[in-house]
């Protein structure tokens, strides 16, 4: 039979073993939710510069940036409160092993952090795309590029350049002059 200091001692491996592998968690949640924003910033410049070099006015497709920011937005907000559910976790694991000492851990000083200017900064590329996507919408005539009708090009009527005659020269003595021969 174990005694207790065996017991605790294979709590606070597997304790330090989960907080490792939730700190892979993490930082993975992380990189997916900087790369989403990479990706949802890729998407919509190129569905808007599309749609301006393509004269297309349908309110429909100058929606679409709109809903992937919405969509993006809450994508990023699940993230987000992912990360706060293994936020409280290891809250509660750095409660139980870090009384008494002077240093709190990283989840409770977080929570000092944490609020609506915390929200907005981890959302703002979302609400970005969200203020711009708007106005696109309503003046999407505006961004439209018109195309060149090329059934009916320019034609521009081109003179021949006025050049002299051409005269041909002999230099003597040169290596490349040709000497006449007379071969009777």
Known sequence: MENVEEKHSKAVEYTIKEFEVLRIEIDSTLKDIRAFELYGIIATGTIWAW??????????AWSLPLLLSFAGFFRNWGLYRHLGFIGKYIKQIEIVHLKGYALEGWEHWLDKDR???RVVTDNLVWIILLFVALPAIYLRSDFIVPIQDHTNPITIDVKPFPCPPPQSKIIKNSPHSVTPTNNK
Not at 51 to 60: V, Y
């Open 51 to 60: 749609l301006a070099t393509h004269s297309n006015d349908n309110l429909f």
């Open 115 to 117: 609020g609506v200017r």
